[in-house]
T-cell receptor, first 115, second 116 residues
Framework: AQSVTQLDSHVSVSEGTPVLLRCNYSSSYSPSLFWYVQHPNKGLQLLLKYTSAATLVKGINGFEAEFKKSETSFHLTKPSAHMSDAAEYFCVVSAIETSYDKVIFGPGTSLSVIP | EAQVTQNPRYLITVTGKKLTVTCSQNMNHEYMSWYRQDPGLGLRQIYYSMNVEVTDKGDVPEGYKVSRKEKRNFPLILESPSPNQTSLYFC???????????????FGPGTRLTVL
């Protein structure tokens, strides 16, 4: 069975400081991993994705994530936070289990950026 | 413009009154899916469809129906809504990568449903 854990429900950083949002997953199959962002009262937008190619994945708006199979982690980072980064972030795992495709969202991490 | 559209965006209804939330995509995607978002629970998958006439249950299918008669449309049907179905609903479409596991999903703007 697949599962996703986002280790922090809320993260607060100062503008200009690094961002780290943590995600651990569990999957019996080779997963695809994603990070999505949801700004207040908006839909979800893809930040980046890992699909078994390079383990360090670069996304939009300066975000990166590194797939570490040994640690079953896919943490999201950004060197310098901007006010516009304040949003909800979701880690997502997807893999084919038996005969069907399964998608699991993490519970989300709310990022606050302090001026 | 490539997009996923949902209608209505907001809906207040009463227990037991059948309703349909429409979802349409113009990207020719094979994969479509419905999610509900509740505070503290993230998004949970209700149903998904790998192609026309192919639908499968997600994690929380009880109380919902779907159909996929055309590639672009994937309506969500609540035959007898109940208050515990009050939620924010998202439709998404996506590209199926080689091997069948979905690649990237594009989300609609959401439908906020209140069942009294």
């Amino acid at each position: 069975a697949q599962s996703v854990t986002q280790l922090d429900s809320h993260v607060s950083v100062s503008e200009g400081t690094p961002v780290l949002l943590r995600c651990n997953y569990s999957s019996s199959y080779s997963p695809s991993l994603f990070w999505y962002v949801q700004h207040p009262n908006k839909g979800l937008q893809l930040l980046l994705k890992y699909t078994s190619a390079a383990t360090l994945v670069k996304g939009i708006n300066g975000f990166e994530a590194e797939f570490k199979k040994s640690e079953t982690s896919f943490h999201l980072t950004k060197p310098s936070a901007h006010m516009s980064d304040a949003a909800e972030y979701f880690c997502v795992v997807s893999a084919i289990e038996t005969s069907y495709d399964k998608v699991i969202f993490g519970p989300g991490t709310s990022l606050s950026v302090i001026p | 413009e490539a997009q996923v559209t949902q209608n209505p965006r907001y809906l207040i209804t009463v227990t037991g009154k059948k309703l349909t939330v429409t979802c349409s995509q113009n990207m020719n995607h094979e994969y479509m899916s419905w999610y509900r978002q509740d505070p503290g629970l993230g998004l949970r998958q209700i149903y998904y469809s790998m192609n026309v006439e192919v639908t499968d249950k997600g994690d929380v299918p009880e109380g919902y129906k779907v159909s996929r008669k055309e590639k672009r449309n994937f309506p969500l049907i609540l035959e007898s809504p109940s208050p515990n179905q009050t939620s924010l609903y998202f439709c998404a479409s996506g590209i199926l990568s080689i091997g069948g596991s979905y690649n990237e999903q594009f989300f609609g703007p959401g439908t906020r449903l209140t069942v009294l």
